[in-house]
């Protein structure tokens, strides 16, 4: 059976105690490679990346743990480790120590003022001048609350157990599935791809000794596969036009209902609009209606609205937005993330070459 659609991520989450282990950490990461291949090969569905997370640790411990996985860790694995607070003494050196080593890493914002968020940024700063690429594996957990999802770069594991979780590609799919069914069409398509999800997941744990972690449902886009055109149907206008955020809520009001139902959903279960990823996107941003601070605005109906977002370099403006989407997780309630990538120089209407994610345009904060 061919699938209109691919799981996006089986996501290992290790525990504490297998962290003690070098030896048991690279099995897991090989063991991991082929739940991948026997839920290819057994189920006949795609998957785009595995990855690893690790659970928070203590400063000295962290260096000592990212030493281990640099060296274990397969090519093909991506790994997280896991979040670090803002308040840390030794936050600058652990980011930094992190994305250079290829791995990504969350920040928890503990307390939502201009000290915290302009220390932030200015260390986003610092790794965009040494290496714009590995500004896109650092990601801002604005509400400073951990959360259990296979989405990088905010993922992290509880640490009480190993666990596998899984997301999905399926924004065409979605999309298609409103065009014929409307809302309870939608409805119907999420619900059958993440029982698919379900599936894959029993598939990989039998030779991963993990738990059944869940699926989070949350639409991601890639490249052709696009969250923004699932959107701009359900909305009927395109982006930023009003009534556009209206179609972002009806599809997050369906995603809740759809992980009400399944039982073991995690993490988000929102639309993510992250620039980089989506070509349509890309190509409104481009037409130069929208900035950054629109896309912020947009965290209040859905899921990281500044994600993968190129700006100017500036210091302050960076600060403010991650104060801008941490009012909205606020008033949510909900964890939001922020991922942006300061180009120093650059004016809007520029556009960046990242690594993985392309050509990106560059936009007003």
């Known amino acids: 059976m061919a699938y209109p659609y691919r799981i996006r991520a089986l996501t290992l989450h290790l525990s504490r105690g297998l962290l003690e282990n070098e030896g048991v950490v690279e099995d897991k990461m090989y063991r991991l490679l082929e739940a991948r291949d026997l839920v290819e090969s057994g189920l006949g569905i795609e998957v785009d990346s595995v990855r690893v997370t690790l659970p928070n640790t203590g400063d000295t411990e962290f260096f000592e743990i990212l030493e281990v996985v640099a060296r274990v860790r397969p090519e093909e694995v991506l790994v997280s480790m896991g979040n670090i607070g803002s308040s840390s003494s030794r936050l600058k050196e652990a980011v930094g120590e992190a994305v250079s080593s290829n791995l990504y890493i969350g920040i ?22 040494e290496d714009l690429g590995s500004t896109t594996r ?3 957990n604005v509400l400073g609350e951990p959360i259990y999802t296979p989405y990088y770069p905010l993922s992290y594991s509880p640490g009480d157990r190993v666990s596998l979780t899984a997301s999905l590609t399926y924004p065409n799919y979605l999309r298609e599935a409103y065009q014929k069914g409307g809302v309870k069409g939608l409805g119907e398509a999420v619900e059958n791809a993440g029982l698919t999800a379900l599936k894959a997941l029993g598939e990989a744990t039998k030779s991963l000794e993990a738990g059944l972690g869940g699926v989070d449902l949350s639409v991601a886009p890639w490249m052709e596969e696009s969250s923004l055109g699932l959107a701009e149907a359900v909305a009927g206008v395109r982006m930023p036009r009003p009534g556009f955020a209206m179609g972002v809520r009806v599809v997050n009001e369906v995603l809740e209902s759809v992980a009400s139902k399944i039982g073991l959903a995690v993490g988000f279960n929102e639309l993510q609009l992250p620039v980089a990823e989506d070509l349509k996107l890309k ?18 109906v859905c899921l990281a609205g500044l994600d993968l977002v190129a700006v100017p370099g500036d210091v302050d403006g960076v600060a403010g937005l991650i104060l801008e989407v941490a009012a909205y997780s606020r008033a949510k309630g909900r964890v939001l993330g922020v991922r942006v990538i300061p180009v120093e120089g650059a004016q809007p209407g520029d556009a960046v070459t990242l690594p993985r994610f392309g050509e990106t345009p560059v936009i007003p904060i």
């Open 283 to 300: 190509a409104r941003v481009s037409e130069g209606e929208i900035t950054a601070r629109d896309l912020a605005r947009l965290s209040g």
């Open 108 to 129: 928890l914002l503990e307390e939502p003022t201009w000290d915290a968020s302009r220390r932030i940024s200015k260390l986003i700063h610092d790794i965009a001048e």
């Open 138 to 140: 650092v990601g801002v």
